[in-house]
Each structure stands twice: as C-alpha cells, then as structure tokens.
C-alpha cells in the first residue's frame, strides 16, 4: 500500500495521502503506526487524501458489501481510535468516488470519538478542521514523506 503521512502538531493534525489500492487492513496498520510516532498526540485532526486513491474491485461495480475480514479490520480501527479524542476526519475524494468513499464512512459512525466528513476540495476540508490560512496544505499533500510498498521502505 503506497502511502505517506505528516504529523504537524502546530496545527494538530495528521496529514495522510493514499495512493493506490488501500485496504481496511492497510489502514489499520497505517494508523497503529502513527498512533507510535512520537509527534503523534491524542486530539489530532486527520486529514486522508485519497484523490489518488484505487477502489477495491467490489466498489467498482457501486456495490460495496462488508466480508468477514472487513468486519475484523472494522474492530481493529475502533481499538485504534481509542488512541483519538475528539478527533475530526477530514476525506478529500474525486467526485466520481464519494459513494465508494461515503460508505467506507459509514462503517465508522459509531465511533463516539471520530467526527468525520467528505470533501472535494482541499480547502473545504482545511476549513472544517480550522487550520490556518497561512498554512499550506497543498505543500504537505504533495511531498513525498514515507512511502511504503510491499516488504520494501523508500524514504525519499
């Protein structure tokens, strides 16, 4: 799973980009290793670029039917999210992927601690997090900052 994030704690949050195929399990394991970074603090916004992001082929069809294994990883996520409190998750999306996306979103609403949204655009969601304007989101989306495929780590 290609991925990158940036933790900024003097906007606090988590910036993270997806590139690729994602799954539930993929994301599991991204967030318990954010979770152990040592900028990473409880009360941390999340921000998912997922723009570049490839559906299961499931989602393709605009079916998206939970298996035994999504159910698992559903559990794994809310015991991760213990880690947040009172936690914004801002999802950037192509418009032609927010069904896909707005589903995934729906496995998580019985997350007390998770508040979480769709976006098209980049400044919609820095709006809802309140991130300052001077801060450049953009910037940080486009930087390359861990990059993870297979068994092999690339750090730029």
């Not at 009172?86 to 508040?115: G, R």
Request: charged share 30%; glycine share 4%; net charge neutral.
């Amino acid at each position: 799973m290609p991925y990158f994030y940036k933790i900024k704690p003097a906007v606090k949050v988590v910036f993270i980009r997806h590139i690729g195929r994602v799954s539930l399990a993929d994301l599991g394991d991204q967030i318990g290793e954010i979770t152990q970074q040592e900028e990473f603090q409880k009360g941390m916004h999340l921000l998912f670029d997922h723009r570049e992001e490839v559906p299961p082929d499931f989602s393709s069809r605009g079916v998206v039917q939970p298996r035994q294994e999504d159910t698992f990883n559903q559990t794994k996520l809310k015991v991760l999210f213990e880690f947040f409190e009172n936690t914004k998750m801002a999802c950037i999306v192509k418009k032609d992927m927010a069904k896909y996306f707005a589903s995934l979103a729906d496995l998580m609403q019985d997350m007390e601690k998770i508040d979480n949204a769709i976006f098209f655009t980049v400044k919609e969601a820095k709006d809802w997090l309140n991130i300052p304007p001077k801060f450049d989101v953009d910037k940080i989306l486009s930087q390359v900052i861990f990059v993870r495929n297979s068994d092999k780590d690339y750090r730029p």
